[in-house]
């Protein structure tokens, strides 16, 4: 088993089991879990809670990043838990919207869980020392959201930020566009570390944020020379 690593004070990774995405559970006046993995890892996260004396009725918050289903998932597992999210993500799951979650491709069965609470650009999110501003921040879908703690530069990235910049996959509700608007948000601030849904965690902020933007762009230009490409095939195949 992969043990929960203190990643910064009263902050733990817990590690993904791939292909899921990891969960961070925040520990202060109330135990908080920043995305849940999937249902099928009920024991993986049992095991892990255990190790921190803790068990699925003990999470009283839990935070989703957005709809997809390797981070909502698992939230039935916590049934005493008040689930945040954006209103986009809230809205996707309430009218289980396929296309976006991602459930059923996979043979599972969709977030049952549904968001209680909802987390809109701006709104403070507080546990103990720590209080975390929310930045809406479309792009790997349209209802990302990333957590901010100014007073400690800690970013929970979920999958719109990866090490060495990485870009994440853009699926259905997001666009390239909307990811590099995104990354100029999230280069305004002054960001230590970030903590992403999955991968290695990223302590080389403003390198990392560069980098993506580059590699964002690069992807552009790719995929127009090869939509110019699709199109002039295409155009011969009619004549
Ligand atoms: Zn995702």
Request: charged share 25%.
């Amino acid at each position: 088993m992969h043990k929960p690593k203190l990643v910064a004070p009263n902050i733990y990774l817990l590690p993904a089991l791939k292909p899921s995405a990891h969960c961070y559970l925040i520990r202060g006046e109330k135990n908080t879990l920043i995305d849940t993995s999937i249902k099928d890892y009920r024991d993986h996260i049992v095991q892990q809670l255990a190790s921190l004396e803790l068990t699925l009725d003990d999470i009283d918050d839990v935070i989703y990043t957005h709809c997809h289903h390797d981070h909502t998932g698992g939230g039935e597992l916590f049934p005493n838990a008040t689930i945040y999210a954006h209103p986009l993500c809230a809205f996707k799951l309430r009218y289980q919207d396929e296309n976006c979650i991602h459930s059923l491709k996979y043979q599972l069965p969709l977030p049952a869980h549904l968001p209680d609470k909802l987390l809109e650009e701006g709104d403070t999110y507080t546990n103990g020392d720590y209080s975390f501003t929310v930045i809406h921040t479309p792009g790997h879908t349209d209802d990302s959201i990333c957590l901010l703690e100014k007073n400690h530069k800690i970013l929970f990235s979920a999958d719109t930020v990866f090490v060495k910049g990485i870009p994440p996959l853009i699926t259905d509700s997001g666009s390239i566009g909307s990811l590099i608007y995104s990354i100029e948000k999230l280069q305004q601030y002054d960001i230590e570390l970030i903590l992403p849904g999955h991968g290695p965690l990223e302590k080389n902020v403003v390198e990392c944020l560069i980098k993506l933007k580059e590699n964002l762009i690069k992807k552009i230009a790719q995929d127009n020379k090869k939509t110019i490409e699709e199109a002039k095939k295409w155009q011969k195949s009619r004549y």
